[in-house]
């Protein structure tokens, strides 16, 4: 009951602070009196990496959260479907934006390429999710789909290094390039550790779905 208490806390406090980004990150594609230089500059320059960037991370952000909710992925598989279909459709529009935009941002090359690597690693874990779940490797399925979430979750830790950097008085041009890996390369160890867990092993087991796993085994390989 206690392990129990404690996935479904830190489900809804993970879910929350999805939302809140997702949520400024939709506000900056579609209102734009409320973008800040930054944002303004990068939808004068690149406009469509900008919108795929903004969209396509809020709306992983959302769908992805509600994937790993598993009393709603065992009860409705037909939204688990439909919510894993537009997960990786926005991760391919959020991956992709993230290499275009990932040239340019602030600072120079270190931050560039670590947002760089960060949409490379993001768009392999996810299209490695596919390909499992598309040879009926469930488990398989969802570690990759754990090591995505992880680094889509990168717009939330980001999001905590920026103002806890100015509050220690860091310059931005000295945080942001650590900030451009910080933000997501502890987040896929913690996944692959949690991964490698005893307690993940039970997790996972207790979120199996028996009758979904006999129906996708009974069609035929895509």
Excluded: K
Excluded at 59 to 82: D, F, I, K, P, Y
């Amino acid at each position: 009951m206690g392990g129990s208490l404690w996935s479904r806390f830190g489900w809804y406090a993970m879910a929350v602070l999805a939302l809140l980004v997702a949520g400024y990150a939709f506000a900056m594609a579609l209102v734009p009196g409320w973008r800040h230089p930054l944002v303004r500059e990068m939808f004068a320059q690149r406009p469509l990496a900008s919108w795929g960037h903004f969209i396509g991370g809020g709306t992983a952000l959302v769908a992805g959260a509600l994937q790993l909710h598993t009393h709603l992925r065992n009860r409705w598989l037909a939204l688990h479907r439909w919510l894993g279909r537009l997960y990786v459709l926005a991760v391919a529009a959020g991956g992709m934006a993230a290499l275009v935009l990932a040239p340019h941002a602030s600072t120079g090359r270190v931050a560039a390429a670590g947002f760089a690597l960060l949409g490379a690693c993001w768009l392999a874990s996810t299209a490695l999710a596919v390909l499992a779940i598309r040879r009926r490797r469930l488990a398989a399925h969802r570690d990759w789909m754990v090591r995505s979430y992880a680094l889509t979750l990168a717009a939330v830790t980001l999001r905590f290094y920026l103002p806890a950097s100015q509050f220690a008085g860091i310059p931005f041009t000295v945080a942001y390039p650590a900030i451009a890996w910080l933000c997501w390369v502890p987040n896929l160890l913690l996944a692959q550790a949690f991964l490698r867990s005893r307690r993940a092993r039970e997790l996972l087991a207790a979120s199996a779905v028996p009758a979904y796993w006999r129906q996708e085994r009974s069609r035929p390989p895509a």
